[in-house]
């Protein structure tokens, strides 16, 4: 478990975001398949076709959200960030927001 600071620094490893960045492009094309009836799906598919057009800016993004998971680390395996990817995809098209 990294401490705040660990967390930070993580997220701004340049290798560490080259992973995000695959997993964000894997999440975008998960989320283009979806069906149109998933709750929040015209949010979803915007940001999957922003990702898609922009994938190094989103990773960098997304990065810090990604990390804000404590139990994340650079050992961490490609599944487990591509999850973290999925479970805060939400919060980044803003689905659920008030």
Excluded at 26 to 32: C, E, L, M, W
Excluded at 49 to 71: E, K, L
Excluded at 76 to 89: G, L, M, P, Q
Aim: proline share 3%; with cysteine; aromatic share 8%.
């Amino acid at each position: 478990m990294g401490t705040y600071l660990e967390q930070a620094n993580l997220s701004l490893d340049e290798n560490f975001i080259k992973r995000v960045e695959i997993a964000a492009l894997k999440t975008a094309v998960v989320v283009q398949q979806e069906a149109s009836s998933v709750v929040g799906h015209s949010a979803r598919l915007q940001l999957a076709q922003s990702v898609a057009n922009n994938p190094i800016g989103y990773s960098r993004s997304m990065s810090p959200g990604v990390c804000a998971d404590t139990s994340i680390s650079a050992a961490s395996i490609d599944t487990v960030i591509y999850d973290r990817v999925f479970v805060i995809w939400n919060t980044y098209c803003g689905v659920g927001q008030p």
